[in-house]
């Protein structure tokens, strides 16, 4: 790899420290639905805050369809999403008294990560070639995850001082905004090759298996830290700081797994896929049967962040070997890395607090024990998909 690749490169990483804003404010939940917004149950908070990822893949979408017709460069669109993301931080300040200030912050938020993140796993796709992609999207998984750690610690301990401390942390998009401006190439999308006058930039169907294992992999892992304030709160251990600790042991699980994913992928190929849901079901099964233990849950979750730098990682290398054309790169990237994930992250609370509340109640060891046993059904299946053959040879199995 030479010098320009690798400046990029550890752009990218950097960038990736960022990329999960949403863990700044997962440790504040339980305040706020007990102690600001007392008039909503706690299923209304947790979608109010999931409106991230709604709005997330509509952005990252609209920047595509931008980018495809070579409207603007990448860079632009890039150091776009990390303004706005400061701006949301500006916006925590001014309106943090009404409930639907909250939905507000969480549409912005989305919009905001909607349109670097996509691109910056983009840089890889168009500059990188396969093998350097693998070790990287595995890389940039532990420094997000790393990212994740300090915003998880440092919002979980703002938050016991104001409920809307985690969004006081966005305005260090600004400073990451000047390094994508004075170290990313700028360029635009290549406009798509042509052949008798259709074009040929076309998504393979085979990218829209792994944008629905992710969806269904993203519901499961999103109750771990919709949940885990609660399910703390329950047992009467620690605050929100404890939360935020909590989730920081999911993320550091993310960061070990991630440094060794590139030669587990090489291995193991799509049944790390699987192995990534079996470990959450049994991180899950631990949450459900061990409640007054806090080292079990702390132990618990970081097995479960494990999964995320299996599972993500997995999934985009995937799509990156059959997004080829750099005219059709910026959707593609897109749908694995913003639309299929943030979908799952926003169906989460309302498929599975609803769910759970109508047959368990509130009880969270009873949701976790829920979810745990529907992403080991999904693990066979996933597992039965890959061993049927239905998919060509691994790239990377030469």
Not at 57 to 73: D, E, F, K, Q
Not at 109 to 135: C, H, K, W, Y
Request: charged fraction near 10%; aromatic fraction near 10%; glycine fraction near 8%.
């Amino acid at each position: 790899m030479d010098a320009k690749k690798k400046k990029l490169m550890w752009t990218i990483l950097i960038v990736g420290l960022i990329q999960m804003p949403a863990l700044a404010l997962a440790p504040g939940i339980n305040r706020i639905a007990t102690t600001t917004f007392t008039d909503r149950s706690l299923a209304a908070v947790q979608s109010a805050l999931a409106i991230s990822a709604l709005s997330q893949p509509v952005a990252a979408l609209g920047a595509a369809m931008i980018l495809n017709r070579r409207l603007v460069t990448k860079k632009t669109v890039i150091i776009f999403g990390l303004v706005l993301l400061a701006v949301t931080g500006l916006l925590a300040v001014i309106l943090h008294t009404r409930f639907w200030h909250l939905v507000l912050l969480s549409a912005v938020l989305g919009v905001a990560t909607g349109t670097f993140m996509s691109n910056m796993f983009g840089l890889i796709f168009d500059n990188f070639d396969p093998m350097e992609r693998q070790a990287i999207v595995g890389y940039q998984t532990s420094f997000i995850n790393t990212g994740g750690i300090i915003m998880s610690l440092l919002g979980g301990l703002l938050a016991t001082f104001i409920w809307y401390g985690g969004y006081l942390m966005l305005f260090i998009g600004l400073p990451v905004a000047l390094l994508v401006y004075f170290t990313v190439p700028s360029y635009k999308v290549p406009a798509a090759e042509r052949e008798g006058g259709e074009a040929r930039g076309r998504l393979d169907p085979k990218i829209f298996y792994y944008c629905v294992v992710e969806i269904l992999y993203m519901i499961a892992y999103a109750t771990c830290g919709n949940n885990i304030s609660t399910h703390l709160a329950a047992a009467n251990l620690g605050n929100p700081a404890t939360a935020g600790i909590a989730v920081a042991f999911t993320m550091g699980g993310g960061v070990v797994s991630g440094l060794f994913f590139g030669r587990l992928s090489k291995k193991t190929g799509d049944y790390s896929m699987s192995l990534a849901l079996i470990v959450v079901f049994i991180g899950y099964m631990m949450l459900s049967f061990f409640t007054s233990s806090l080292v079990i849950i702390f132990v618990a979750v970081f097995l479960v962040g494990t999964s995320l730098s299996i599972m993500l990682p997995r999934c985009i290398f995937m799509v990156s070997t059959l997004a080829t054309d750099p005219s059709i790169s910026s959707t593609a990237t897109a749908l694995i890395s913003i639309v299929s994930p943030s979908t799952g992250m926003f169906l989460s609370p309302i498929i599975i607090t609803n769910i759970t509340t109508v047959l368990y109640g509130e009880s969270t060891a009873a949701r976790y024990r829920f979810v745990g046993f529907f992403v080991l059904v999904l693990a066979a299946v996933v597992a039965a998909t890959t061993l049927s053959g239905t998919r060509k040879a691994h790239p990377e199995k030469i």
